[in-house]
């Protein structure tokens, strides 16, 4: 399938709720969120993009929303690799449909991070994976891509565990 990104738009209702139902399917290698939660990441985003088949612009079949560093974003993840450098795009979540999975929509959606990082004149990709509960098919594709893990992280009260990775940008 032949797919490219186009922004999101945290005005567009439609667009939004098949957003939030695509996050919300996805937990819980993602957080819960509500609209007026899921509007706010979308509007304070560096980048916010849809994957969709050109054919069919306005399905979502997957999505990614980064922050680079300075965001007023009050995440434990973010803030880990904040107190540590300033030169990285925080991927703070990347969701594929179901049905849409296995067509290469993920390296499609990092395209337009790493794009987006060398545009901003950033060093680093960086982003955490659940390990407990574990998520072991995203481990994978971030390590295909080139990901290294270069940190542990428990959150949510220690109910959460995640490895936070980076990659290069090259």
Same mark, same amino acid.
């Given at each position: 399938?032949?797919?490219?990104?186009?922004?999101?738009?945290?005005?567009?209702?439609?667009?939004? @709720?098949?957003?939030? @139902?695509?996050?919300?399917?996805?937990?819980?290698?993602?957080?819960?969120?509500?609209?007026?939660?899921?509007? @706010?990441?979308?509007?304070?985003?560096?980048?916010?993009?849809?994957?969709?088949?050109?054919?069919?612009?306005?399905?979502?079949?997957?999505?990614?929303? @980064?922050?680079?560093?300075?965001?007023?974003?009050?995440?434990?993840?973010?803030?880990?690799?904040?107190?540590?450098?300033?030169?990285?795009?925080?991927?703070?979540?990347?969701?594929?449909?179901?049905?849409?999975?296995?067509?290469?929509?993920?390296?499609?959606?990092?395209?337009?991070?790493?794009?987006?990082?060398?545009?901003?004149g950033l060093g680093t990709v960086t982003c955490e994976v659940n390990t407990d509960p574990p998520n072991p098919g995203s481990l994978a594709f971030h390590t295909r891509l080139g990901f290294e893990q270069?940190?542990?992280?428990?959150?949510?009260?220690?109910?959460?565990?995640?490895?936070?990775?980076?990659?290069?940008?090259?």
């Amino acid at each position: 399938m032949t797919a490219v990104t186009r922004p999101l738009d945290p005005n567009n209702p439609s667009e939004l @709720t098949a957003l939030l @139902t695509l996050n919300n399917v996805a937990v819980p290698a993602v957080n819960h969120l509500d609209t007026h939660e899921l509007r @706010t990441l979308v509007e304070t985003a560096h980048l916010a993009v849809a994957v969709v088949d050109p054919a069919d612009p306005d399905t979502i079949l997957g999505a990614v929303i @980064t922050f680079a560093p300075g965001a007023d974003y009050a995440s434990e993840n973010y803030a880990w690799f904040s107190a540590r450098s300033l030169d990285f795009l925080y991927v703070d979540r990347i969701v594929v449909a179901e049905r849409a999975r296995s067509r290469g929509l993920g390296p499609i959606l990092y395209a337009a991070v790493f794009d987006a990082a060398r545009a901003a004149g950033l060093g680093t990709v960086t982003c955490e994976v659940n390990t407990d509960p574990p998520n072991p098919g995203s481990l994978a594709f971030h390590t295909r891509l080139g990901f290294e893990q270069v940190g542990t992280l428990s959150t949510k009260g220690g109910s959460v565990s995640v490895a936070l990775l980076e990659a290069p940008v090259r």
